[in-house]
């Protein structure tokens, strides 16, 4: 008698939907990411299967470590929209907000790190004087 893999559940008896283990799903199906290099997104429809598989690096205490990505259908998938004129000016303006220094105003060509709020010259700035 075969093992089956940890995640085979092709009827979705255990996990509710139907599972595969790591690089064994069926063709067709494809993840959100891969749908976007492909140049399609889902356009609405409901999750067809997943994926599952153990990851030790995502493991956190007093979690199994099981990471799991949906799968679309390929062939229900819809091209991506296209970009339009205003979505552009508005994640530029977004863009710009992001490398804007709060404490000396510059856009200072890099995103600012969330953890100093300000660009790192700003944020040497008070360890140099001291």
């Not at 492909?38 to 470590?65: E, F, I």
């Not at 552009?88 to 969330?114: E, F, Q």
């Amino acid at each position: 008698m075969a093992v089956q893999p940890r995640f085979w559940d092709p009827r979705g008896e255990r996990f509710g939907t139907p599972t595969y283990p790591w690089n064994l799903a069926p063709l067709g199906l494809a993840t959100r990411r891969q749908l976007r290099e492909q140049g399609l997104r889902p356009g609405g429809q409901d999750v067809v299967a997943q994926v599952m598989w153990h990851s030790n690096r995502y493991r956190q205490p007093g979690t199994s470590g099981i990471r799991s990505a949906y799968l679309y259908d390929i062939d229900r998938a819809k091209p991506v929209r296209p970009m339009t004129p205003g979505r552009r000016a508005a994640l530029a303006k977004a863009m710009l907000a992001r490398r804007t220094c709060s404490a000396c105003r510059t856009d200072v060509g890099y995103v600012i790190p969330p953890s100093l709020g300000m660009c790192t010259t700003c944020a040497d700035t008070p360890r140099l004087a001291a």
